[in-house]
């Protein structure tokens, strides 16, 4: 399942492919219009085609930005290997639009259907699935859109941060049993999964604590070049806004929308998002029972109204708490846990990071604190023997380090295109979105409530007082 490119060659080839230097300017359409063009797409339900081993899978793409680029990008990869081609582009910003549509012409050696508007994108009948890499406000209400049109699905993380449009959205999917990729890509990796099966062996034994810290130096998400260029005339301002209020043209916002709070919660919906849904992979663990969260904009006060530094600390119904801690003022490093009455798996690095570690420190055999250990007077480079730490190791799978896998590793759109092909279940499923979703969700309430938060099974609702006991 592992497929990589030559990092050399890959330079190469995404310097010609990519100029990295722009950011997200997408497709987008009103949630209002969308409900207008319910004959549109109820028509559409009609043109699902079941896709064979040989058959071409034909995609439309919304939301040529910057991850859109990349996506673009691993996709060109895949055109010949998993006879996949993109036939249908769209977004809102016409500079986008043309660049991406000049670049796939191009790498397919035809012209391509381009379009502002998702409502003429859905239409077409040769369109078999749809790539949604728009900004985080967009995602559910256009996953709901492309599921309404019968269209398979791509989807970027979070899936929704918007309790009642992620319902939604996975409501349309499940009830056309639609194939949808959410892009939380780590669920694809295989030292991922290696940690989860882990668990499951129980080297941890009984777990009480799940830890993650991801930390960066720098002001993320600030200073992108596009606001200086880009003209309220080149877009349509309300599309872009699609379910939100109106308010007036705002060129940073456009570019720079994760550091505001009506269109994105920042750190918890960029990388909490990731960090959840890996402890639910790892752990088995879906949705949480109660979450607290507190921070500030401690670093960067450039105008942003999300935080730059937060910790969310979540119970789970297994029995274990789980703590995510982000700051962007300081990059000293990132790790996770896993800590459990029996031992430890600790991984090496940020979101994605493939060094892990599995060892008995911690676990029973520590009970009594003695002479015997584990007892430091330096920082223990090495692990003494008796702690039994071992480095995890995937056969077949590049070698673990601190790092992992880029962003533009082409195996979890692999599973998601070959899971079309088999009509199964992908990785990352519409559930497993709507999962992280509510943790994100939860997470953004709770900071700006300062109120803890649970989360009610039985309704689906997330609020701020325990759901009553079952009668």
Aim: net charge neutral.
């Amino acid at each position: 399942m592992q497929e990589s490119l030559g990092q050399a060659g890959k330079k190469m080839t995404r310097r010609a492919f990519l100029d990295r230097s722009a950011t997200v300017a997408l497709g987008t359409a009103l949630l209002g219009e969308a409900r207008a063009q319910a004959s549109v797409t109820q028509t559409a339900l009609s043109y699902g085609r079941v896709i064979g081993a040989n058959d071409r899978i034909l995609l439309g793409h919304v939301g040529v930005g910057n991850r859109g680029r990349g996506l673009e990008y691993i996709l060109s990869q895949l055109k010949d290997s998993r006879n996949v081609e993109v036939v249908s582009i769209c977004d809102l910003w016409k500079v986008n639009l043309e660049r991406a549509t000049t670049t796939a012409k191009q790498t397919y050696g035809r012209q391509l259907h381009s379009s502002q508007y998702i409502e003429e994108l859905l239409s077409r009948k040769e369109v078999d699935a749809v790539v949604i890499s728009t900004p985080e406000h967009q995602h559910s209400p256009m996953l709901k859109m492309a599921a309404e049109a019968g269209k398979h699905a791509y989807v970027e993380k979070p899936m929704g941060n918007v309790l009642e449009e992620a319902k939604a959205a996975r409501d349309a999917v499940l009830e056309r049993k639609l194939i949808v990729q959410v892009g939380t890509q780590r669920r694809s990796e295989p030292y991922q999964i290696a940690a989860n099966n882990l668990f499951r062996s129980g080297v941890c034994g009984d777990v009480s604590k799940v830890e993650v810290v991801w930390n960066y130096h720098g002001p993320r998400w600030r200073g992108r070049p596009e606001v200086n260029q880009i003209r309220e005339e080149d877009i349509e301002w309300r599309r872009w806004l699609m379910t939100k209020p109106y308010r007036p043209f705002d060129p940073q916002l456009y570019f720079e929308y994760r550091l505001f709070r009506d269109f994105s919660s920042g750190i918890p919906d960029q990388w909490m998002s990731h960090g959840c849904d890996l402890v639910h992979l790892w752990t088995d663990e879906t949705f949480p029972e109660s979450l607290v969260a507190s921070g500030g904009i401690f670093v960067w006060k450039d105008g942003r109204e999300n935080p730059d530094t937060c910790t969310a600390v979540v119970t789970y119904p297994k029995g274990f708490l789980y703590t995510y801690k982000t700051t962007l003022g300081n990059s000293y490093r990132s790790f996770s846990r896993i800590q459990g009455r029996d031992g430890t798996i600790e991984n090496y690095g940020g979101e994605g990071a493939s060094l892990f570690v599995v060892s008995k420190e911690g676990g029973r055999q520590e009970v009594e604190p003695s002479e015997d250990g584990p007892v430091y007077n330096s920082v223990p480079l090495v692990a003494p023997a008796k702690e039994g730490a071992e480095v995890v190791r995937v056969p077949n799978a590049p070698a673990p380090n601190s790092l992992g896998p880029d962003d533009d590793s082409v195996v979890h759109l692999v599973n998601w295109l070959q899971a079309i092909r088999d009509r199964k279940e992908p990785n990352a499923t519409v559930d497993h979105g709507f999962s992280h979703s509510i943790v994100c969700i939860m997470a953004a309430k709770a900071y700006w409530s300062g109120k803890k938060q649970y989360w009610n099974r039985a309704t689906e609702t997330i609020q701020d007082h325990p759901p009553e006991e079952s009668k």
